[in-house]
């Protein structure tokens, strides 16, 4: 089997998710390429074949003029799969390659059985195996289902250029009109799941958080149901956080979720469901009702 991940590279950066595309191709054995479009002094640590387009003429991203230096790279490469991960890039560009190569994608898989691969369906609460039927494959990683790789190693770095000027320009990033809180700087995050049960409960998650000199965060569906204003998510589609403690409240542990806070330094978990997948990830689970738990805490705290 082979495979050719895409990495990324953005505002002078080769990013990190490039490390669990090779975790991923590791756990498959397969023969390894990467296509990047960055910078020789800046490459990912692996042994094989990199396809390196120079971002300084092609710019962090650009759909037309990626997806041509990218099928430059598959021709070369003839890889069974093409993998981005399940990022605002990948998004992008996966489905633009496969139907430019007239093939199959699947997207935000987070498993591999046998000749399958698993999604997430009915928002994550069930999943499905799919196979495809091509010959070559394009799919997109969910962030965090793949141990990273930390097996290093020096690539053979093959140039790839195109000369065709897009239709599209590059013109920069700008910032999301922000405000509120900033929680990748806080080193206490509290954080409310659907299981505080209604809205009236954010203030009891907030009062945990203060007690504890830290910030409150929020599971999605509570940022959905308009509970908490969206600054506040914690996953894939919110911040990524890794505060010295994490206490999750009434959250079950979603991939997605524990995408954006597994590498917490510590994570206390308080759920009613002693198997909820947060356990697994939790230095400490308390089988609990949040709404019994968290007020006598937040007292002893605060009688501290
Ligand atoms: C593309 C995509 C992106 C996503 N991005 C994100 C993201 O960024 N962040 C995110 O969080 N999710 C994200 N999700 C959603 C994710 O899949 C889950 O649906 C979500 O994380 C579940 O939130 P939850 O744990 O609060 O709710 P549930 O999964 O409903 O869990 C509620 C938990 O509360 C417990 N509970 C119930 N009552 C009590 C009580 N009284 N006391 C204690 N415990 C109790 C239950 O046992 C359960 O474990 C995304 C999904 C998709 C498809």
């Known amino acids: 089997m082979k495979v050719l991940l895409v990495a990324e590279y953005r505002e002078g ?24 479009v960055g910078k020789k002094d800046n490459l990912p640590k692996f042994s094989g074949r990199l396809y390196l387009a120079d971002v300084d003429k092609h710019r962090d991203y650009n759909p037309d003029g990626h997806k041509a230096l990218l099928l430059q790279a598959v021709e070369k490469e003839q890889p069974d799969l093409i993998v981005f991960s399940h990022s605002s890039y990948g998004w992008d560009l996966a489905p633009r390659l496969a139907f430019a190569l007239k093939t199959c994608q699947i997207s935000e898989v987070v498993a591999v ?18 196979k495809s039927l ?55 995050i509290v954080s409310a799941g659907r299981g505080i049960g209604k809205p009236e409960n954010v203030a009891m998650i907030a009062g945990l958080a203060a007690a504890l000199k830290g910030e409150y965060g929020a599971s999605r569906p509570v940022v959905d149901a308009e509970w908490v204003e969206h600054n506040r998510q914690v996953g894939t ?38 198997d909820a997948p947060i356990g697994e990830v939790a230095d400490v689970l308390v089988v609990a009702d949040l709404k019994q738990f968290v007020p006598v805490l937040t007292e002893k705290l605060k009688a501290l």
């Open 113 to 130: 059985e046998g000749n399958s691969f698993v999604v997430p369906a009915c928002n994550s609460k069930l999943r499905r195996q799919v």
């Open 134 to 188: 091509s010959a070559k494959t394009v799919l997109t990683l969910q962030v965090g289902a793949f141990q990273a790789s930390e097996t290093g190693g020096e690539p053979t770095v093959i140039d790839i250029n195109v000369e065709a000027a897009p239709r599209i320009s590059f013109t920069g990033y700008e910032a999301a009109v922000g405000g509120g809180v900033d929680l990748t700087k806080a080193s206490v």
């Open 13 to 36: 950066k080769l990013l990190g998710s490039v490390n669990e595309l090779l975790g991923f191709a590791e756990s498959l054995t397969a023969e390894t390429g990467v296509f990047l």
């Open 237 to 274: 589609t919110g911040q990524s956080v890794a505060p010295k403690l994490y206490v999750a409240c009434g959250i079950s542990g979603a991939i997605q979720h524990l995408a954006g806070m597994k590498k917490s330094e510590f994570i206390v978990a308080i759920n009613t469901d002693r």
